[in-house]
């Protein structure tokens, strides 16, 4: 198998079992920083001690000792893992997953300002109809049942957040950041802890809880190591399947309906990122041939 194939075939993984996340968020049935305590300590636990019972200690310190980039990447990592469950619990599921598309504009303009990236004329146009798009969704915001401003707000933190730590990641390439993962949630659960009150969990919601934290682990490995053998703009066009399948399985299983200012806005964004990399694989492509 070709190393593109394998990272294919790796993020295709990490997306599909992303897409469950949010109905978890909403099936459930506990206040938002509980679910992020439980959702962050399983997943940043299993990483762990799957890392140090394989592999031992030294992937950990190599994390550290890339140094503020390691930081960067993991700060934004554990961070965006508490807003998205924030974020879920005050706004519409479809407005979070397609806003959380927009993430490939937010690394373009991080990549610019911190790693002095020229922004291509493609990517102009990309961005500019990304935000159109973000405005429909937020205008429909106070016409939509469970969508509120404040959410969608917050799911812009939460795009921007993980673009910060991916592009932070992009200067130490060679490290992978798994471990960073696990060392972000615990670290995170840890300071949310006194808030979050995690014992006040009734006992028929352990098994979802403990779904929904293996289902975490599981695209979050994935799509740490797929995203090291393909482009930038292949892992977009995949990742686009999430934006595409959450709010479609939310609105199958507990009736969500998006609403039709997300479901307009929301597609400008999908096919907005769909042309932008098609393009620039098409580019890419006649300039290797």
Same mark, same amino acid.
């Given at each position: ?66 140094? +503020?980039?390691? %930081?960067?990447? #993991? =700060?934004?990592?554990? &961070?965006?893992?508490? !807003?998205? *469950?924030? /974020? ?82 992009? +200067?130490?390439? %060679?490290?992978? #950041? =798994?471990?960073?993962? &696990?060392?972000?949630? !615990?670290? *995170?659960? /840890? ?99």
């Amino acid at each position: 198998m070709t190393d593109q194939a394998w990272g294919l075939m790796l993020t295709v993984l990490g997306v599909l079992f992303v897409v469950p996340d949010s109905l978890f968020v909403r099936l459930i049935d506990a206040p938002a920083l509980t679910i992020a305590f439980w959702r962050l300590t399983l997943a940043g636990g299993m990483i762990g001690i799957g890392i140090l019972v394989t592999q031992g200690v030294d992937p950990f310190r190599a994390v550290l000792r890339t140094g +503020r980039y390691g %930081a960067i990447y #993991m =700060v934004g990592t554990g &961070a965006s893992g508490v !807003l998205f *469950v924030l /974020a879920i619990s005050l706004t519409s599921v479809a407005n979070v997953v397609f806003i959380l598309a927009s993430l490939p504009v937010f690394a373009t303009i991080f990549s610019r300002i911190f790693l002095g990236e020229p922004i291509s004329r493609r990517m102009v146009i990309t961005i500019t109809a990304v935000m159109f798009g973000i405005a429909i969704i937020a205008y429909g915001s106070g016409q939509t049942a469970h969508a509120s401003i404040t959410g969608d707000l917050v799911a812009v933190a939460v795009s921007a957040l993980f673009a910060a730590g991916l592009t932070a990641a992009r +200067r130490a390439k %060679a490290v992978s #950041m =798994v471990p960073g993962v &696990a060392m972000a949630y !615990l670290v *995170v659960a /840890a300071v949310i802890a006194p808030f979050a009150n995690p014992l006040n969990v009734a006992p028929e919601q352990a098994p979802l809880i403990l779904l929904h934290g293996t289902v975490i682990v599981c695209s979050s490995v994935f799509l740490a190591l797929g995203p090291r053998y393909i482009t930038s703009a292949e892992v977009g066009l995949l990742v686009l399947l999430e934006s595409v399948l959450a709010p479609l399985l939310v609105w199958g299983v507990i009736g969500e309906n998006p609403g039709q200012h997300a479901l307009v806005g929301g597609a400008i964004v999908i096919i907005a990122l769909f042309v932008s990399n098609v393009i620039f694989l098409l580019r890419r492509r006649r300039i290797r041939s």
